[in-house]
Each structure stands twice: as structure tokens, then as C-alpha cells.
Nanobody
């Protein structure tokens, strides 16, 4: 069965760091583009970062550039979202997703085929 599972969410104080993990089963994450997104209540889903395989294209949204970035560990079939200097406005449910037919790196949610269930991140001031 093909699926994605996010982990590593939780509560942190402003200025803190978290690392989210996205682990796949049933296929290799290194073969496809993997994106990270978030959605806060009442807001649209926002693209944050994408990565396409080991050494492949990587792109971070201007809204989080310098604070958030992705990395991949192919041996663990896991993609990470490293989040530093977290702010209360970063509070949201965070999702990873893959484009199963391509390695295109994009932050546009409709391009993605398979989504995890999400992980809550709460940043307190």
C-alpha cells in the first residue's frame, strides 16, 4: 500500500526549532518530487518547500526562506522539513505530499497526488 506519514510535530516556543519527517511506504521518495505544505484554520493550503531526490532541485518559498528547508535521506526513505526560528504565525497543520508521475519541484498543491494526514505544529509566544 502506498502511503505517506508525517511525524515530529508538537508544541514549541517562539524562536525554537522542529524537524518534521515524511516517511513513505510502497515506493521510493527519491524517485519523485516531495513537497511540504501547511494549512491554518481559515487559510488556504500554502506551499513551503519541495525537493526532488538526492542532489536534485530544491526550492523554498520566499515566505519561509532562511528559516525552513527540506532534505532527504534516501536510505531511510524519509524527507525532512527543518524549521528554525519558529513564530506563532507558523502554527498550522503541516503536510507532505508527492507527485507520483514526475520529479517536478513545485509549491502548487493541485500538482500533488498523494498526501499524508498531517502533523500539528503549535508555536507559542
Amino acid at each position: 500500500q502506498v502511503q505517506l506519514v508525517e511525524s515530529g510535530g508538537g508544541s514549541v516556543q517562539s524562536g525554537g526549532s522542529l524537524r518534521l519527517s515524511c516517511t513513505a511506504s510502497g515506493y521510493s521518495l527519491a524517485d519523485y518530487a516531495v513537497g511540504w505544505f501547511r494549512q491554518a484554520p481559515g487559510n488556504k493550503r500554502e506551499g513551503l518547500s519541495c525537493i526532488s531526490g538526492e542532489g536534485g532541485p530544491k526550492y523554498d518559498s520566499d515566505s519561509v526562506k532562511g528559516r525552513f528547508t527540506s532534505s532527504i535521506d534516501s536510505a531511510k526513505n524519509t524527507v525532512y522539513l527543518h524549521m528554525n526560528n519558529l513564530k506563532p504565525e507558523d502554527t498550522a497543520v503541516y503536510y507532505c505530499a508527492t507527485i507520483l508521475a514526475a520529479t517536478l519541484c513545485t509549491l502548487h498543491p493541485p500538482n500533488y497526488d498523494l498526501w499524508g494526514l498531517g502533523a500539528q505544529v503549535t508555536v507559542s509566544s
